[in-house]
């Protein structure tokens, strides 16, 4: 089946005339058919335009026209506005709102040919680590059916590990991409702030958000990330450095590279099947030529802390815009005061008013210095810390999640609970750098565990090659989920 191979593989088959876009497409809706009643990747779909997609890329194809994604089918998570199509955020509250133009992202997708599959699954507006904080549906683990997919990007995890998309766009605030990659088995990519253009890209925390690739090999999401990055003068946060060739820069080894282990990554309670199975990747990166070396982090301990709190404080100021007036979800009201409280309490779910009420509490008069403005400096001395464990490394190798992806329902009780799960992937988004999460192993009970390299600032070349070389040692990359 077509749809179980990856963007390269598929790529070098068009050119030969092996088989048609069309064909893919065909391939990958049937596995949607079939499976998506049971996962529950996807929020809508339409079919025909799919096809309608691949049959124009498969013309262009036979007038001489290439590209990286030309006829390949991808999967956009549903905060990423596409013409033409809905963009909930999960949530009820963007109720028959319609996109009226393209994300950067999307646009450069559409610009090199790649079909635009249809919009998956994910916490409402980014605001979760399980997928079950959607307001529009569940999505489980391709692996387990009763364990969660991860979160925000839970749908585009599933829909990759399922073989019901060849490659995904997420977005990674906290770890959205990363973790949902580690839980169900897959290939996601964060990558520096400023890399890829926020524009169309619905905001959680606008400091921290990234869009990113979730794939299925490291040569995907490099092909992928290639693709997506680069300087946008819509989104003023997007930085003008030059995108390199990422996947011409894969290599099978590591010799000469210098990979940092932080002793602060390998927590108290962690599972130890996870630490296990991350150390012995470890081991293999050194046998494959890496010197690995002992660096410190110490502020990342406060990571979460801080995280929730300039995450939350930007999440109020960010969903101030879904008032009812112009788009989405409207509840009457006898003055505009009484509309806006009954939308937003109609519209929004337990977690998004939660880290409302969390954002504006920290922004309060009385309470910015003591909240806000005290989390932006420690969010300074983290970045530092980055900064000089990458004096001593080209990257660091660390766990992506304390435990593997746990049972639907076991952490929704506890919010702190859950909170506390994004403790290994929150520095890097607070310190703007880029990281990998590539499969390294499986636990007893069958489920994927994620290894986690991170890179300086647009250092993707480097993780992208650690990554690379790792996987093509290994075969946890090509294990599937029974269907």
């Excluded at 409402?124 to 925000?152: C, I, Q, Y």
């Excluded at 749908?155 to 959205?176: F, K, R, W, Y």
């Excluded at 040569?219 to 819509?234: E, N, Q, R, T, W």
Aim: with cysteine; hydrophobic share 40%; charged share 20%.
């Amino acid at each position: 089946m077509l749809n179980t191979k990856t963007i390269a593989e598929l790529s070098a088959m068009l050119a030969a005339g092996e088989c048609t876009s069309v064909d893919i497409v065909s391939d990958v809706l049937a596995a949607i058919n079939a499976r998506d009643g049971k996962i529950g990747a996807y929020l809508t779909l339409d079919r025909d335009d799919a096809l309608a997609q691949a049959k124009a890329a498969d013309a262009a194809r036979a007038t001489g026209t290439t590209g990286a994604l030309l006829g390949i089918p991808v999967a956009i998570k549903d905060l990423l506005n596409v013409k033409g199509q809905p963009c909930t955020c999960g949530s009820k509250i963007l109720e028959g709102y319609s996109a009226p133009y393209d994300a950067t992202a999307v646009a450069k997708l559409r610009e090199t040919g790649a079909v635009l599959l249809g919009r998956v699954n994910m916490d409402e507006f980014a605001m979760g680590s399980s997928t079950e904080n959607s307001g529009l549906g569940k999505t489980v683990n391709p692996w387990d059916a009763e364990r969660v997919p991860g979160g925000s990007s839970g749908g585009s995890a599933a829909c990759v590990a399922a073989d019901e998309a060849v490659a995904a766009l997420g977005s990674d605030t906290g770890g959205s991409i990363r973790q949902p990659a580690a839980f169900c088995g897959c290939v996601g990519l964060k990558p520096t702030y400023g890399r890829v253009s926020r524009y169309g890209l619905t905001a959680f925390a606008s400091s921290l958000d990234q869009i990113g690739p979730l794939a299925k090999t490291v040569k995907d999401a490099a092909l992928l990330l290639g693709v997506v990055s680069g300087h946008d003068p819509a989104d003023s946060t997007s930085i003008d450095v030059p995108v390199p060739d990422y996947a011409a820069a894969l290599t099978d080894d590591l010799k000469g590279m210098k990979l940092g282990l932080p002793k602060e990554y390998f927590v108290e309670g962690m599972d130890p099947e996870v630490e296990a199975a991350v150390r012995a990747a470890v081991k293999k990166c050194e046998e494959l030529g890496a010197e690995i070396v002992d660096v410190s982090l110490p502020n990342a301990k406060y990571a979460i802390a801080v995280y929730y709190i300039i995450a939350t404080a930007e999440a109020s100021a960010n969903l101030a815009r879904f008032d009812g007036i112009r788009y989405g979800l409207r509840e009457d009201g006898a003055d505009p005061i009484e509309l806006y409280g009954k939308t937003r309490a109609a519209g929004f779910g337990p977690e998004v008013k939660r880290r409302i009420i969390l954002g504006t509490y920290v922004l309060s008069s009385g309470y910015y210095d003591a909240y806000y403005l005290r989390a932006q400096k420690v969010r300074t001395l983290i970045r530092n810390d980055f900064i000089e464990a990458f004096k001593q490394c080209d990257a660091i190798l660390a766990p992506v999640t304390p435990t593997p992806a746990y049972k639907i329902g076991e952490k929704t009780g506890d919010p702190l609970k859950m909170y506390l799960d994004d403790i290994l992937t929150t520095p890097v988004n607070l310190a703007g750098n880029c990281a990998l999460s590539v499969p390294c192993g499986f636990s007893s009970d069958g489920l994927p565990i994620g290894l986690q390299i991170i890179g300086d600032s647009f250092k993707e070349a480097n993780i992208l090659k650690v990554g690379h070389a790792y996987e093509q040692a290994t075969d946890w990359h090509k294990q599937k989920p029974a269907f």
